[in-house]
């Protein structure tokens, strides 16, 4: 059973940093791709930035120079290194991995991230 567990959320001042992590378990044989998405209240879930095993990136303009993704094979995890972040960053990120052997896609179980002074 593949199990997505996120840590590193909470309360961050404007302009500050925060690093998101993500461990995955339960697959064998890895996943392809590994990334975050948020959802502030009221919106619909969106993409912030993912990476494949290769080291490829897909990044969000809206984050883009401040966000950057990165992923540790070996470990099968996930990182979102947070700079300068706004208010309107302020969502529950989730990890979200796509399993290399079938392509069946996981989410994590959110962590909250506050941007507030």
């Known amino acids: 059973q593949v199990q997505l567990v996120e840590s590193g959320g909470g309360l961050v001042q404007p302009g500050g940093s925060l690093r998101l992590s993500c461990a995955a378990s339960g697959s064998i044989f890895g996943f392809n791709v590994m990334g975050w998405y948020r959802q502030a209240p009221g919106k619909q879930r969106e993409l912030v930035a993912t990476i494949t095993r290769g080291g490829s990136t897909n990044t969000a303009d809206s984050v883009k120079g401040r966000f950057t993704v990165s992923r540790d094979n070996a470990k099968n995890s996930v990182y979102l290194q947070m700079n300068s972040p706004k208010p309107e960053d302020t969502a529950v990120y989730y990890c979200?991995?796509?399993?290399?052997?079938?392509?069946?896609?996981?989410w994590g179980q959110g962590t909250q991230v506050t941007v507030s002074s």
């Open positions: 979200y991995a796509r399993a290399l052997i079938n392509g069946n896609e996981y």
